[in-house]
Every structure is written in C-alpha cells, then in structure tokens.
C-alpha cells in the first residue's frame, strides 16, 4: 500500500473506498483503520469501516465502528442506517428497529 503523509487521512479513507469498490474489504479496512489512527473523530473512515466490516460479515465489529461515528455525530444518518443493517444481520431485531427508526429522523440530512 502506498504510504501517505500523516497528514493524509482523507487520502487513507480514499484509497479505502477504492478498495472497498474493488472487493478488497480487508485491504480497505485496513485504509480505514490507518485513516482512524491519524484522525480518530474522522466520521467517515468510521462509517466506511463498519460497512466494510458488515459485507465481511464481521457484523459485531461494524456495530462497534458505527457506534464510534454515532459518538462523534449522534444525527449521522449513515451512521444510524449501517448500525441498523449490522444488528438486522445479528437478528437483534428490536436493536435494529431503533436503529431504523432513528436513521428515519435524520433521512434528509444524508
């Protein structure tokens, strides 16, 4: 992987998103994770990395990386709508319902 400068986080969740739409899930998380490190209050590598994690199935850390960019940004719609497909995934369905029903109060701010 290409370094970056420290100062390049956005260039980290970038070269992440590449991946990502490449099928390359655990190189981009691996973007996001590099993104986070420089950046930690960096919402979208957070948002980016827990969908990431969620199409590699690893639905319990997504929740997790959602959860971070909910506590940097409590109105995230991204953020609300990838939690709730991470706990439908789960079968934690009244988890996810709350998580839907919050994401359908910020829908237009997306």
């Known amino acids: 992987m290409k370094e970056f400068r420290?100062?390049?986080y956005e260039a980290y969740n970038k070269r992440g998103l590449d991946l990502f739409f490449s099928g390359n899930f655990d190189e981009s998380i691996d973007c996001y994770d590099k993104a986070i490190e420089?950046?930690?209050?960096y919402?979208?590598?957070w948002n980016n990395?827990?969908?990431?994690l969620s199409v590699s199935g690893k639905h319990k850390e997504a929740v997790y990386a959602f959860d971070k960019a909910l506590l940097i940004k409590a109105d995230d719609?991204?953020?609300w709508i990838g939690k709730?497909?991470?706990l439908k995934a789960l079968k934690r369905d009244t988890e996810?319902?709350?998580a839907l029903a919050r994401a359908r109060q910020f829908e237009g701010d997306a």
């Open 38 to 41: 420089i950046k930690p209050d």
């Open 6 to 8: 420290p100062e390049d």
């Open 77 to 79: 719609y991204r953020a």
């Open 43 to 45: 919402i979208d590598a």
């Open 49 to 52: 990395m827990g969908f990431a």
């Open 96 to 98: 996810a319902e709350q």
């Open 84 to 86: 709730w497909l991470a």
